[in-house]
């Protein structure tokens, strides 16, 4: 996430247990991610990251779609709880996911915290 001035280690304790999502274009690259992980009571995606050149193609969308569906499938009737930057909510409530509570700044970006229940 280096365009957004973050840097993420390379593997935390999350992504042992998360499932990772991703799309590859056709020289076998992947262009797209997010990663899926339960919390407590509710399900948690995160790291969503998409390259540049991959940019408004529509797979932004189409992985908010595989997320619901395999969350669907591996844990039925789980509600998932996000933190999306307030850039990108729209996207989200595309899909049913619902803001709730008030905007907060984290790493110096402004986020929701948004609900979709099963």
């Known amino acids: 996430m280096v365009e957004q001035e973050r840097i993420y280690h390379e593997l935390d304790e999350k992504d042992l247990?998360?499932?990772h999502v991703y799309h590859a274009n056709k020289q076998g690259e992947i262009d797209a991610y997010?990663?899926?992980f339960e919390e407590g009571e509710h399900l948690v995606f995160g790291r969503v990251v998409?390259?540049?050149?991959?940019?408004?193609?529509?797979l932004g969308g189409q992985l908010i779609r595989e997320i619901l569906q395999l969350c669907?499938?591996?844990w039925?009737?789980?509600?998932?709880e996000i933190e999306s930057q307030v850039?990108?909510?729209?996207l989200y409530e595309k899909y049913g996911f619902k803001?709730?509570?008030?905007?907060?700044?984290?790493?110096?970006?402004?986020?929701?915290?948004?609900?979709y229940k099963q």
């Open 17 to 19: 247990e998360a499932v």
């Open 34 to 36: 997010v990663r899926v």
């Open 50 to 58: 998409t390259a540049q050149s991959a940019r408004r193609q529509g």
């Open 72 to 74: 669907a499938e591996k």
């Open 76 to 80: 039925p009737g789980k509600e998932i």
């Open 87 to 90: 850039q990108v909510a729209a």
């Open 99 to 115: 803001s709730v509570g008030q905007p907060f700044i984290f790493e110096s970006t402004p986020h929701i915290t948004m609900i």
